[in-house]
């Protein structure tokens, strides 16, 4: 916006969500009566912004990892923001395993960093991780080695396409490239090898709905020969394929509700993903963990082409302390060809319900604990019949 433009309260509120997405900083703009044109029909935009300081500092541990490769894991993060004064932010994030599960030498030990800058309705996005995991496997006679390195880089344009006082659409277009590596004993596996990268479009929208708020994304992505990619061997025999269509969505609604004097918060969230031709196991659908149907170790999960899942929760506040309880059942189901050949899956549906408790502690410290148990699961399923979970984190 530039001196003698038509005021349009749209490109100030996207100017105000530009300058508020740097979590460091307070912006606000205000309208005022012209100094320089007394005339009427001029105003003057004044910006008010403050910077409490151009960095934070994320320092956490949980118990998400599985007992092969490490239970406990480690994360240290440092976030640099508005680091060219564009309204930028960077991550620099680093994770390890702090021990637990299986005996033997185990571990993972990996990193990601990100960098995103808006300007004006446009927002450019890079990304790039990488990842090394090893665990002992017992074998008849002697243990063996067995461990593995990935790595993947992305890149995403996106553009708000419309937005109003009660909603707002996105689109975004971009690409990845990933490859990944199993060795035993330090050989190589090469059938294991796999490079794959591909372009991906999608749209967002955001809906405000009197007190609720529902999101959505639809994301369309595809595998191609870009970088040198190479066809998974098992495409000789028709059991998975890497240059194909991916459909995927994703909704969330959020409703805060009350009974009697209790504030309460319904959450629903809902995922799925369609494919017309059977996937390599990075590409598949996963359900039985904390991140998808809860109340399951996450030890197996079931993994197919196709698939979606249901999360409900309802959370309300611990009389006045700054703690909420929350309670959820979640549901979810594979299918495709995957998950009957070339090895049949135990089952294609799992139900699990959670209840947990999450806030704050001297305003850095956040945490979250919880216990789950599965409601429904296939015969010969392993899994524990109390799965318990944790999270704590300090933030600067």
């Not at 151009?54 to 680091?83: E, M």
């Not at 390890?96 to 004006?120: A, C, M, N």
């Not at 999608?202 to 639809?218: F, I, M, P, Q, R």
């Not at 009350?258 to 990075?282: C, D, F, I, M, N």
């Amino acid at each position: 916006m530039r001196t003698g433009d038509i005021l349009n309260i749209r490109d100030i509120e996207q100017g105000l969500e530009n300058f508020k997405r740097v979590p460091t900083v307070e912006a606000d703009f205000k309208i005022k009566p012209s100094e320089q044109r007394k005339e009427p029909g001029y105003s003057d935009l004044e910006l008010a912004w403050q910077q409490s300081k151009p960095y934070r500092i994320h320092l956490g541990i949980d118990d998400a990892g599985s007992d092969s490769t490490g239970k406990y894991q480690g994360t240290a993060t440092l976030s640099l923001d508005h680091l060219f004064t564009a309204n930028d932010l960077f991550y620099g994030s680093y994770n390890h395993d702090l021990g637990g599960g299986d005996s033997g030498k185990r571990g993972t030990d990996g990193y990601y960093l990100s960098y995103s800058i808006p300007l004006k309705y446009w927002m450019l996005s890079t990304s790039y991780s990488q990842s090394d995991y090893n665990q002992t496997v017992a074998g008849a006679s002697e243990s063996y080695s067995y461990s593995g390195k990935s790595k993947l880089i992305g890149a995403d344009l996106s553009r708000v396409l419309y937005r109003d006082a009660k909603r707002k659409t996105t689109a975004s277009v971009g690409g990845w490239y990933r490859e990944s590596q199993n060795f035993i004993n330090d050989v190589e596996i090469e059938v294991q090898r796999r490079k794959t990268a591909g372009w991906k479009a999608s749209v967002d929208h955001t809906e405000y709905l009197a007190n609720a708020t529902l999101n959505g994304n639809v994301t369309y992505k595809r595998g191609t020969g870009a970088f040198n990619a190479m066809r998974a061997p098992e495409e000789e025999f028709g059991e998975a394929y890497t240059h194909v269509g991916i459909l995927q969505a994703n909704a969330s609604l959020q409703v805060p509700f009350k009974v009697g004097k209790q504030s309460l918060q319904y959450l629903a969230e809902w995922r799925t993903q369609h494919s017309q031709k059977p996937l390599t196991p990075q590409d598949r659908f996963s359900i039985g963990n904390r991140y998808t149907v809860r109340g399951f170790d996450g030890e197996q999960t079931l993994l197919a082409d196709n698939g979606f899942l249901v999360r409900n929760e309802i959370s309300g506040s611990m009389f006045r302390l700054p703690m909420q309880w929350y309670s959820g059942i979640d549901y979810g189901e594979v299918g495709g060809k995957t998950a009957h050949e070339p090895n049949q899956l135990l089952g294609t549906s799992l139900m699990g319900a959670v209840f947990g408790l999450r806030g704050q502690i001297l305003k850095s410290v956040s945490y979250d604990v919880f216990v789950g148990t599965p409601l429904k699961k296939p015969e010969h399923y392993r899994t524990d019949n109390v799965t318990t979970g944790f999270s704590l984190n300090w933030m600067y």
